[in-house]
């Protein structure tokens, strides 16, 4: 039998060590389940991890693929610090999105250029709406914030459904549940690299992601805001001692973290789609959970594991093109690599210790 | 008409039945595992495969359930073992369930299984308003029996004492020399099991293929029937009926040009459980309210 017994000290090492071993196990994991179902593993591995890293505009698309995640694991990063559960990032995306559409979709001839920084306005506020009634649930009636997040997702997603399919559907979309495109200038453009041209889909929302996360860093470590954050989840009780509001500390975290979300779900639309669907996001709201896992709950850290579960994301595409091997493995690996974040976690906070004498277990 | 209706009613609600049943189980341990929609779709292509190939339908629900146990083994390897946070590690469950279960399945897409026979002669099923209950495969019967034990055994039985006292307390059920790790670990397999039955229920008797993802949902649904039903078994019986008749209705009142949006209905289902929540932790007594340890990992101390 084993057992764990609390550190005193996480080791520094650890750290660092931890994200990187989770992603070497994971590759090996991927290439005995390739093995198993009987893929070249090699082959396939290079289709995953270095064929998207071969050309400019692959990594281009990295970036691209990386942009909702960066902005939404920031946000995680901020709850999950806290220690608050937020898991609906996904329906608070969503929500932004339909409050950004809402203001593109009546104006659908306007040249202004403010209508994207309002757009984005409000899609920060529309993801922020969604994410305050389980807020307000947990400070006024202390609802588990779990179950009611998760909830709402569901119900974010299917209000978009019904507005794509009914009133908001365009008349010239032949009956698909799509609305009108977006005015120009509510559109996000790509990056124009002088003398080269645009590479890829390249788009300004990507710059703005990387601020945002270093924003965050910044505020996070080194302003008096940012400590309130990490206090309130490491110690509540110090966190009112030292004259903080606990519950306005909690309301916060969620409005940033909803409203990012929202952020995020305005941006993909503008940048990538151009129009609202049924389905706009892919599941970035729950990939952003192992984004800000990975990221050992540091802001700055959310750019670099952005990137790297969008290299598994897209290399899921070019294993699929190039050997036939279903989208679904994504899945499969960002499962994989989540468990052993999670078991690398348990190790930094606690010794595991054996034993085998089952003689003294029992008189314990 | 109003039977064939009622029927298919009945027989959205039993994988319902069966996954809520078990994960309120785990729940009542102190564990939550947000891992079902993982754990069904496991169980589901095991069964289809397995009943596909060996063509027993024995053999399909048997591996079902064993390979629901098994992802649940995963879970319980890391939650209580390591004692990694609940809520990520069932996420990730169901991140890696959903996939591993559409690797396996992309060979069996496409293909066809007969479903589960009718338990009882067909000519029950033609007595005037009640024939409709003996229409049931075996499973159907099982799952509100299952029920029935889970019952009897969380609340008339010592050891359904100790279960509950492990999610109430885990401290206290410690120090009072119950195996708390042992107890969640059983708890945890069982509600893996159930998990797997019920996802095996989909390809074998709801719609007799395998397709990626095919639970849609349902995972989520059951979760949030746990709650609906206020962590009281009893309850799962009709909270499952109700939440099975409105996906059925939204089909129902398409068909019939019904004016109410269908994601309206659809969405009933997670607005009723939001709304219980905030009952229950409003004014409810302590009776119904969730386990106070869930989600608390638990180490003994030495």
């Given at each position: 039998?084993?057992?764990?017994?609390?550190?005193?000290?996480?080791p520094?090492?650890?750290?660092?060590?931890?994200?990187?071993?989770?992603?070497?196990?994971?590759?090996?994991?991927?290439?005995?389940i390739?093995?198993?179902?009987?893929?070249?593993?090699?082959?396939?591995?290079?289709?995953?991890?270095?064929?998207?890293?071969?050309?400019?505009?692959?990594?281009?698309?990295?970036?691209?693929?990386?942009?909702?995640?960066?902005?939404?694991?920031?946000?995680?990063?901020?709850?999950?610090?806290?220690?608050?559960?937020?898991?609906?990032?996904?329906?608070?995306?969503?929500?932004?999105?339909?409050?950004?559409?809402?203001?593109?979709?009546?104006?659908?001839?306007?040249?202004?250029?403010?209508?994207?920084?309002?757009?984005a306005i409000?899609?920060?506020?529309?993801?922020?709406?969604?994410?305050?009634?389980?807020?307000?649930?947990?400070?006024?009636?202390?609802?588990?914030?779990?179950?009611?997040?998760?909830?709402?997702?569901?119900?974010?997603?299917?209000?978009?459904?019904?507005?794509?399919?009914?009133?908001?559907?365009?008349?010239t979309?032949f009956?698909?549940?799509?609305?009108?495109?977006?005015?120009?200038?509510?559109?996000?453009?790509?990056?124009?690299?002088?003398?080269?041209?645009?590479?890829?889909?390249?788009?300004?929302?990507?710059?703005?992601?990387?601020?945002?996360?270093?924003?965050?860093?910044?505020?996070?470590?080194?302003?008096?805001?940012?400590?309130?954050?990490?206090?309130?989840?490491?110690?509540?009780?110090?966190?009112?001692?030292?004259?903080?509001?606990?519950?306005?500390?909690?309301?916060?975290?969620?409005?940033?973290?909803?409203?990012l979300?929202?952020?995020?779900?305005?941006?993909?639309?503008?940048?990538?789609?151009?129009?609202?669907?049924?389905?706009?996001?892919?599941?970035?709201?729950?990939?952003?959970?192992?984004v800000?896992?990975?990221?050992?709950?540091?802001?700055?850290?959310?750019?670099?594991?952005?990137?790297?579960?969008?290299?598994i994301e897209?290399?899921?595409?070019?294993?699929?093109?190039?050997?036939?091997?279903?989208?679904?493995?994504?899945?499969?690996?960002?499962?994989?690599?989540?468990?052993?974040?999670?078991?690398?976690?348990?190790?930094?906070?606690?010794?595991?210790?054996?034993?085998?004498?089952?003689?003294?277990?029992?008189?314990? | 008409?109003?039977?064939?209706?009622?029927?298919?009613?009945?027989?959205?609600?039993?994988?319902?039945?069966?996954?809520?049943?078990?994960?309120?189980?785990?729940?009542?341990?102190?564990?939550?595992?947000?891992?079902?929609?993982?754990?069904?779709?496991m169980?589901?292509?095991?069964?289809?495969?397995?009943?596909?190939?060996?063509?027993?339908?024995?053999?399909?629900?048997?591996?079902?359930?064993?390979?629901?146990?098994?992802?649940?083994?995963?879970?319980?390897?890391?939650?209580?073992?390591?004692?990694?946070?609940?809520?990520?590690?069932?996420?990730?469950?169901?991140?890696?369930?959903?996939?591993?279960?559409?690797?396996?399945?992309?060979?069996?897409?496409?293909?066809?299984?007969?479903?589960?026979?009718?338990?009882?002669?067909?000519?029950?099923?033609?007595?005037?308003?009640?024939?409709?209950?003996?229409a049931?495969?075996?499973?159907?019967?099982?799952?509100?029996?299952?029920?029935?034990?889970?019952?009897?055994?969380?609340?008339?039985t010592?050891?359904?004492?100790?279960?509950?006292?492990?999610?109430?307390?885990?401290?206290?059920?410690?120090?009072?020399?119950?195996?708390?790790?042992?107890?969640?670990?059983?708890?945890v397999?069982?509600?893996?099991?159930?998990?797997?039955?019920?996802?095996?229920?989909?390809?074998?008797?709801?719609?007799?293929?395998?397709?990626?993802?095919?639970?849609?949902?349902?995972?989520?649904?059951?979760?949030?029937?746990?709650?609906?039903?206020?962590?009281?078994?009893?309850?799962?019986?009709?909270?499952?009926?109700?939440?099975?008749?409105?996906?059925?209705?939204?089909?129902?009142?398409?068909?019939?040009?019904?004016?109410?949006?269908?994601?309206?209905?659809?969405?009933?289902?997670?607005?009723?459980?939001?709304?219980?929540?905030?009952?229950?932790?409003?004014?409810?007594?302590?009776?119904y309210?969730?386990?106070?340890?869930?989600?608390?990992?638990?180490?003994?101390?030495?």
């Amino acid at each position: 039998m084993f057992y764990l017994v609390p550190r005193n000290e996480i080791p520094l090492s650890f750290r660092i060590t931890i994200p990187i071993i989770s992603v070497v196990l994971t590759i090996i994991c991927g290439f005995f389940i390739f093995s198993v179902l009987g893929y070249e593993p090699d082959k396939a591995l290079y289709h995953f991890f270095i064929s998207p890293l071969s050309r400019v505009d692959k990594i281009a698309d990295l970036f691209v693929k990386a942009c909702p995640l960066m902005i939404i694991g920031t946000g995680l990063v901020l709850c999950f610090r806290a220690n608050i559960w937020n898991i609906g990032a996904e329906g608070q995306l969503i929500m932004g999105a339909i409050f950004a559409g809402a203001l593109a979709l009546y104006f659908p001839n306007t040249q202004s250029i403010w209508l994207l920084p309002f757009m984005a306005i409000l899609a920060f506020l529309g993801g922020a709406f969604w994410a305050l009634i389980p807020a307000l649930l947990k400070i006024k009636l202390r609802t588990n914030e779990i179950l009611v997040t998760l909830m709402l997702t569901y119900v974010a997603s299917l209000f978009l459904d019904w507005l794509v399919r009914g009133p908001w559907r365009s008349p010239t979309s032949f009956g698909f549940p799509l609305t009108a495109y977006y005015p120009d200038v509510g559109l996000i453009s790509k990056i124009y690299f002088p003398g080269i041209g645009y590479i890829s889909q390249l788009h300004w929302g990507v710059i703005m992601a990387i601020l945002i996360c270093l924003f965050c860093w910044f505020t996070m470590e080194k302003t008096i805001f940012g400590f309130q954050f990490k206090l309130i989840g490491d110690s509540p009780k110090a966190l009112r001692f030292s004259g903080f509001n606990e519950s306005n500390t909690t309301l916060s975290i969620f409005i940033i973290s909803g409203g990012l979300a929202g952020l995020a779900g305005m941006i993909e639309v503008s940048a990538n789609i151009g129009q609202l669907q049924p389905n706009i996001s892919f599941g970035y709201g729950f990939t952003a959970i192992i984004v800000a896992f990975l990221a050992r709950l540091n802001p700055a850290a959310v750019i670099i594991s952005a990137l790297l579960i969008a290299l598994i994301e897209v290399g899921g595409d070019s294993a699929q093109i190039a050997l036939a091997i279903p989208k679904v493995v994504t899945g499969v690996f960002k499962g994989i690599l989540l468990f052993f974040l999670l078991a690398g976690e348990t190790l930094t906070k606690y010794e595991i210790k054996y034993n085998f004498n089952l003689q003294s277990k029992t008189n314990d | 008409m109003i039977d064939a209706l009622i029927l298919t009613i009945l027989m959205t609600s039993v994988p319902l039945i069966l996954a809520a049943t078990g994960e309120l189980v785990v729940e009542r341990s102190g564990v939550l595992n947000l891992g079902l929609e993982g754990m069904m779709l496991m169980g589901a292509v095991s069964a289809f495969a397995l009943t596909y190939t060996s063509g027993s339908l024995l053999v399909g629900l048997l591996a079902g359930v064993i390979s629901g146990c098994l992802t649940a083994a995963i879970f319980g390897f890391f939650v209580l073992g390591l004692a990694t946070n609940q809520v990520a590690t069932g996420l990730a469950l169901t991140i890696f369930g959903t996939g591993l279960s559409g690797l396996i399945g992309s060979d069996f897409v496409g293909k066809a299984v007969t479903g589960l026979p009718i338990l009882f002669p067909e000519s029950f099923s033609n007595i005037p308003f009640i024939g409709v209950f003996f229409a049931l495969d075996i499973i159907a019967y099982l799952s509100v029996l299952i029920v029935f034990i889970v019952w009897i055994f969380l609340f008339k039985t010592k050891y359904g004492l100790i279960l509950r006292a492990s999610g109430i307390s885990h401290t206290s059920s410690h120090s009072l020399g119950y195996k708390v790790l042992t107890v969640r670990w059983c708890a945890v397999l069982f509600g893996g099991m159930m998990a797997g039955l019920a996802g095996a229920y989909l390809p074998l008797m709801l719609t007799p293929h395998w397709s990626e993802g095919m639970t849609s949902g349902r995972g989520w649904i059951a979760l949030a029937l746990v709650v609906f039903a206020s962590w009281m078994p009893s309850r799962i019986i009709y909270g499952a009926v109700l939440f099975g008749a409105i996906t059925i209705m939204q089909l129902a009142g398409q068909a019939r040009g019904w004016t109410i949006p269908p994601q309206f209905l659809s969405s009933l289902p997670y607005i009723a459980t939001i709304f219980v929540l905030v009952l229950i932790s409003s004014r409810g007594s302590a009776k119904y309210l969730a386990p106070s340890d869930l989600t608390r990992p638990f180490i003994a101390s030495k």
